[in-house]
């Protein structure tokens, strides 16, 4: 059974860090794209970041880029977010997702590949 649980979401002034953690099983990172997606209030869900850890391409999206780093910990079947200068407008919920390697996979193109998702966790970044 595939599970992917997300944790460390909370508040946080503007401007600072948050390392978000996403345990997953019933699958590993060297078949399966694996990723954190977004929902604001009123917005609709959007791709943060994706890695493909066979070939170590990475996506960020154009508002968290610079700022944001995602990685994994194969041992631990762990993926991280580590949020740095948080923004107000960062406030949302934030999802981990996987999705099955299929050829030619862009990363640039997660949101279409999504085979599973995980619960939310709430990131609320205060001014």
């Known amino acids: 059974e595939v599970q992917l649980q997300a944790s460390g979401g909370g508040l946080v002034q503007a401007g600072g860090s948050l390392k978000l953690s996403c345990a997953v099983s019933?699958?590993?990172?060297?078949?399966?794209?694996i990723g954190w997606f977004r929902q604001a209030p009123g917005k609709e869900r959007e791709v943060v970041s994706c890695?493909?850890?066979?070939?170590?391409?990475?996506y960020y999206g154009d508002s968290v880029k610079g700022r944001f780093s995602i990685s994994t910990d194969n041992a631990e079947n762990t993926v991280y977010l580590l949020m740095n200068s948080l923004k107000p407008e960062d406030t949302a919920v934030y999802y981990c997702?996987?999705?099955?390697?299929?050829?030619?996979?862009?990363?640039?193109?997660?949101?279409?590949?999504?085979?599973?998702w995980g619960k939310g966790t709430l990131v609320t970044v205060s001014s």
């Open positions: 997702a996987a999705g099955r390697l299929v050829p030619s996979f862009d990363v640039s193109l997660f949101k279409y590949g999504v085979d599973y």
């Open positions: 890695l493909k850890s066979s070939d170590g391409s990475t």
């Open positions: 019933g699958f590993t990172f060297d078949d399966h794209a």
